[in-house]
């Protein structure tokens, strides 16, 4: 008609236009949906996996991300990873195709640094819970010596306290579950030994 119509009109046809040749050049079906979903969901990265798993990931997904998504040990293990088979820094951003292999060291833990790169609400979560326990036991272990310390002062045995029926009246008071975690409050330096 010679008129000039919607610009976002113009790109939707566009695509169409586009879509059409991808299934004129493309002879597997499989490959059409899967070009389909990435140009669908520019919001999300597709991931692969050296045996050939498809993992679906945020846009802006690192390694770190990747590798908590296979398993939680698989995570808290990753010292490395290979992307397409280049060694790459774990705050790698991933792209759509990449072939990520991730390298395990069972004594590794996860650092508190990779909280700055980690986008998925997964890996986050289980980066800070697996860093909490960890405080939370160096609290307990800092509490237990300043404890015993203090009875000492007084001429008595710390672990023996702890232990005893006595322990249960002052939880209470301290709104502690068990001994360990007035041990950790000792530790953190919220309660007085």
């Known amino acids: 008609e010679g008129r ?7 790109q939707y046809f566009q ?6 040749e991808w299934q004129q050049d493309t002879r597997d079906p499989q490959e059409f949906l899967s070009n389909l979903k990435i ?3 520019p919001e999300e990265v597709y991931t692969f996996t050296p045996r ?68 998925t609400s997964r890996a986050r979560n289980k980066i800070k819970h697996l860093i909490q326990a960890a405080e939370k036991e160096r609290a307990v272990e800092l509490g237990k010596r300043v404890f015993d310390k203090e009875a000492r002062r007084f001429g008595l045995n710390g672990t023996k306290l702890v232990e005893g029926e006595a322990i249960l009246k002052i939880l209470a008071e301290f709104a502690a579950a068990k001994p360990e975690d007035l041990l950790a409050q000792i530790g953190y330096g919220k309660v007085s030994p």
């Open 52 to 119: 050939g798993t498809v993992k679906v990931l945020p846009k802006g997904s690192t390694a770190i991300d990747f590798a908590y998504s296979i398993h939680t040990d698989v995570g808290h293990q990753c010292v490395g990873a290979r992307v397409n088979g280049r060694m790459v820094p774990l705050r790698t951003r991933l792209k759509n195709g990449d072939i990520v292999e991730i390298i395990r060291n069972a004594s590794h833990k996860p650092s508190r640094d990779w909280l700055n790169f980690a986008v």
């Open 4 to 10: 000039v119509g919607d610009h976002r009109d113009e």
């Open 39 to 41: 140009d669908l969901y």
């Open 15 to 20: 695509w169409l236009r586009q879509l059409l």
